[in-house]
């Protein structure tokens, strides 16, 4: 695999953050669809299969929990089709963020809201079981508007109140800009763009002091973070906005991998010790 320039590691202070007790954070894997590693990073091979994961988090904090994408939903099926017909992909479909907000016996006054980090089908498909505000930046309001990919944000999104925020904290770990949901730096979205036009990167601070950099798609796989490994050719073009952008965000997270857990959307790997949601979080 051909690597990108190999990133000098993050040597400044990170971020202030006061995260409260009691704050958490939680998986659900809604199903995966199968993609060739060929697909997915450049210098993959054909024989080489991923199962690319569908995976929301569930963010508690005593001031309104969120979720960081909502996963497959009830009608993923319909959505799979609404694809172009090269990129349906064989899929295995698990229980919605829905159903297992309702089996663990969760409170539902307690969410308020999804944040996406971009409107792309795997990200969006969830909205259709979910009754909440969606939060999204202008870019990304006016790419999923418009843009063929937000077909099925387009199609979920109806009925949703859309919520939007604005960029208006500093930079933040090498992005250009940030917004730090509950002021108190333990939920902040940094704007990576490239990927489409205002996706972005959650980072996550726990009170344990355990940080995390939800990438949504700047790179599918940990292959991508840890090998410095950007789509293919052909997939940049199809699926980037802006290939020279996710470059630089690929860099920017392999930087950060001594300080915190990056997690790629679809590798489900990336996951690892963030606990499934129980009856223990209600």
Do not use: C
Not at 33 to 46: N, P, Q
Not at 71 to 85: D, S, Y
Not at 147 to 166: N, Q, T
Request: proline share 6%.
């Amino acid at each position: 695999m051909r690597s990108l320039p190999n990133p000098a590691p993050w040597t400044a202070a990170l971020p202030e953050a006061t995260p409260p007790p009691g704050m958490a954070i939680y998986q659900l894997p809604t199903g995966t669809y199968e993609t060739r590693a060929a697909f997915a990073i450049r210098g993959g091979s054909f024989r080489d299969k991923r199962q690319f994961a569908a995976t929301a988090i569930l963010v508690r904090h005593p001031k309104g929990d969120f979720l960081i994408d909502a996963g497959f939903g009830a009608n993923v099926a319909a959505h799979v089709a609404m694809q172009p017909r090269f990129a349906r992909a064989p899929f295995q479909s698990a229980r919605t963020v829905r159903e297992q907000l309702d089996d663990s016996g969760y409170d539902h006054t307690r969410l308020s809201g999804v944040f996406l980090t971009h409107s792309h089908w795997d990200h969006a498909s969830g909205l259709d079981s979910l009754d909440l505000p969606v939060w999204m930046n202008k870019g990304e309001l006016e790419y999923a508007a418009s843009d063929g990919d937000g077909k099925v944000f387009r199609a979920v999104s109806p009925g949703h109140e859309i919520r939007e925020y604005s960029f208006d904290g500093p930079a933040y770990l090498g992005f250009s800009a940030s917004f730090d949901v509950h002021g108190d730096g333990s939920l902040v979205l940094a704007l990576a763009g490239g990927h489409t036009t205002g996706s972005v990167v959650a980072f996550v601070t726990l009170p344990s002091g355990k940080r995390y950099a939800f990438i949504g798609d700047l790179t599918w796989q940990l292959d991508g973070v840890h090998r410095r490994v950007e789509r293919p050719w052909l997939l940049r073009a199809l699926a980037d906005s802006d290939a020279e952008q996710v470059r630089q965000g690929i860099l920017r997270s392999a930087a950060l991998t001594e300080l915190m857990q990056v997690v790629p959307a679809h590798d489900g790997r990336a996951y690892d010790g963030i606990p499934l949601l129980s009856g223990a979080a209600r």
